[in-house]
């Protein structure tokens, strides 16, 4: 595995991108990238665009893409936010798992939650010409995944749906998770619950944000949007979205929209000076490594992460291989039961 550093990607800040060249010049990105390799034939009026668009905006190769293209076809790039968070961890390694045994290697690259930079990356990958791309982003443009799929690059998606390429899409059954997870709080006797969102810019977290609503809908219980706090899938976030929670309303529960932010938000109760579960229950997602080393230990949402990440690839390698693999599955969690959650104290 190849990973490409952010700060490698900073250098190449204000050029312009390969897929900005193909905008101005009106036509794919592919057509660029022959273009400027000189690799295939392309009619002399779309040629003449896009050396035009490349002189109009600077565009300068990226010189880590070019250094790829005699072993591109057996590459594959591989987009994710982050790696320091464990979920993506675990997605990358069931990719690279899948993708060793089918003979490639991957070039990861991470986007940091940046849409310019994922862009960026997306550029790198189409300039080394890579067989095929895993993409486990929410913040590149709809519209950019769309025209790369309909220039035929084979494209897996990992958390994200976008209706054109469903069936190329893996994912959690999100809105099934938040309400599990709310489910296990009510009926364990809750009827007051706090919910610490993640980042809701993203797809998951919303959804997770609807079934914690559906499961208090189904069970009869108003929706009271001053018990829904924001938090950004981080430690600090949940901390600080219970140390709100506290100093605003009454509740006897909360599910976090994952562990970390979970863990944090068992930090601040014990700091309140109350006790979980006795006081507050507390329910995660994820089931990551944290979960068992809480105190106490974490009831949380688990999923095969690393077999999401398998299956993407595994499905990937069919495309780039001319195949029509049967459309990814949407993942069904279960609920693990540990010792952070109990029927309210009277």
Not at 76 to 84: D, T, Y
Not at 179 to 206: D, F, K, M, P, Y
């Amino acid at each position: 595995m190849k990973s490409v550093s952010r700060e490698a990607r900073s250098m190449e800040r204000t050029k312009a991108t390969i897929i900005e060249v193909a905008r101005a010049a009106r036509v794919s990105p592919s057509t660029v990238s022959r273009v400027l390799n000189g690799t295939a034939h392309v009619d002399a009026a779309k040629a003449e665009r896009v050396h035009a668009a490349v002189a109009r905006l600077g565009y300068v190769p990226n010189a880590f893409a070019r250094s790829l293209l005699g072993h591109a076809g057996r590459w594959v790039g591989v987009l994710v936010p982050q790696l320091a968070d464990e979920f993506y961890g675990r997605v990358v390694t069931g990719i690279e798992d899948a993708l060793k045994r089918g003979g490639y290697q991957m070039v990861c690259s991470l986007g940091h939650g940046e849409r310019r930079t994922e862009v960026e990356s997306i550029a790198m990958f189409l300039e080394a010409r890579m067989a095929g791309l895993v993409l486990v982003s929410d913040h590149l443009p709809e519209r950019d995944v769309v025209a790369l799929s309909r220039a035929r690059h084979p494209i897996v998606l990992v958390n994200r749906v976008i209706p054109e390429l469903a069936a190329h899409a893996i994912r959690i059954d999100n809105v099934y998770s938040g309400a599990l997870a709310t489910r296990h709080l009510l009926e364990c006797g809750h009827t007051r619950i706090a919910h610490v969102t993640g980042s809701l810019h993203r797809t998951g977290a919303r959804e997770r944000l609807e079934g914690y609503h559906q499961a208090l809908r189904d069970h009869g219980i108003a929706r009271d949007d001053r018990l829904v706090f924001k938090g950004d899938f981080t430690e600090d976030s949940g901390r600080d979205a219970m140390v709100r929670a506290l100093g605003s309303t009454e509740f006897t529960a909360v599910f976090a929209a994952n562990d970390r932010m979970a863990a944090g938000a068992i930090a601040a109760i014990r700091d309140a000076g109350l006790r979980v579960p006795t006081d507050i229950s507390v329910v995660g997602f994820d089931n990551t490594a944290i979960s068992r080393f809480t105190c106490p230990a974490l009831t949380t949402v688990d999923y095969p992460v690393t077999s999401m990440g398998r299956q993407a690839a595994e499905h990937l390698l069919q495309l780039i291989a001319g195949a029509d693999p049967p459309p990814l599955p949407l993942i069904q969690p279960r609920l693990v039961e540990r010792d952070s959650t109990c029927a309210p104290v009277k």
